[in-house]
């Protein structure tokens, strides 16, 4: 039985069949949820080390200093690759296999934690159940102070007036792409190829790194078992040794009693 089950069914004995069914129907987490809930339990600075970086990143931005800009970035993603990294030593310690994939996920879902409050919160307290994709790492960080939350009829057209502009700017991104490709000798198919190919090198350096750290963490798990093999049979030989002195201090002490007894069977009556 689950632990889950356990806990409900012992609550339904205990007469609290609400507290049961809450148990019972708790959305349960995705692999990877969990390891991020045991991470912000473990290793609470790893999260703190993200927000903060972000925030640093978000000011460096405003800044307008380009060096400033990419120092941030930088730090911010190297806070997220050390949350990510131990999310996968603890998979790899509980046996489970951590993809690019999840990984990936697992990325995408600690840069939306880093803004969104509510979602943080649950990974604080260990609950989060679901991972959080996320297109752009740097969404929601503004250039100037934050504006009044739009009415309904506001966000909808300012949803309109968005979708609209990122369409233009796809399209004239996408035309200054095939200009570009054109001017150098390179059509849109190659240029394919070469994003393809760029995108297999990073799938494999993520999935080296992947197996570098599971490695690393059998490693060390493997070592933590040698040392207590070790100590054991350290307790064993100990334990032998002081049997061995029982044994013969035992065998001493029936000598003497038989040597007594014989001169007891001596002495006149």
């Known amino acids: 039985m689950s632990l889950r089950g356990e806990l409900a069914g012992r609550l339904r004995a205990a007469g609290d069949a609400s507290a049961a069914r809450q148990i019972a129907n708790a959305p349960k987490p995705t692999r990877t949820a969990w390891a991020l809930n045991q991470v912000a339990r473990r290793r609470p600075e790893l999260l703190a080390a993200i927000v903060s970086t972000r925030e640093a990143a978000a000011g460096a931005r405003k800044s307008g200093d380009s060096s400033e800009i990419r120092d941030g970035a930088r730090r911010y993603r190297d806070a997220v690759g050390e949350a990510v990294r131990a999310v996968g030593s603890i998979l790899a310690a509980d046996g489970v296999p951590f993809s690019a994939a999840q990984a990936r996920r697992v990325g995408e879902t600690l840069q939306v934690l880093a803004t969104d409050e509510a979602e943080r919160a649950k990974l604080t307290a260990g609950r989060l159940v679901r991972d959080v994709a996320v297109e752009d790492p740097f969404a929601g960080i503004e250039a100037g102070p934050p504006a009044r939350r739009p009415s309904a009829s506001q966000s909808a057209q300012s949803e309109r007036t968005a979708t609209q502009s990122e369409r233009a700017a796809r399209g004239e991104k996408s035309e200054k792409a095939a200009s570009v490709a054109k001017a150098k000798g390179r059509p849109d198919d190659e240029l394919a190829r070469a994003r393809e190919?760029?995108?297999?090198?990073?799938?494999?350096?993520?999935?080296?790194?992947?197996?570098?750290?599971?490695?690393?963490?059998?490693?060390?798990?493997?070592?933590?078992?040698?040392?207590?093999?070790?100590?054991?049979?350290?307790?064993?030989?100990?334990?032998?040794?002081?049997?061995?002195?029982?044994?013969?201090?035992?065998?001493?002490?029936?000598?003497?009693?038989?040597?007594?007894?014989?001169?007891?069977?001596?002495?006149?009556?």
């Open 197 to 269: 190919a760029k995108r297999i090198r990073d799938e494999r350096a993520r999935a080296i790194d992947e197996a570098r750290a599971r490695v690393k963490a059998l490693e060390a798990s493997n070592a933590e078992a040698r040392r207590a093999a070790a100590e054991a049979h350290r307790e064993l030989l100990r334990t032998q040794r002081e049997a061995d002195k029982a044994k013969r201090a035992l065998a001493e002490v029936e000598q003497e009693l038989e040597s007594a007894r014989a001169h007891l069977a001596k002495l006149p009556k």
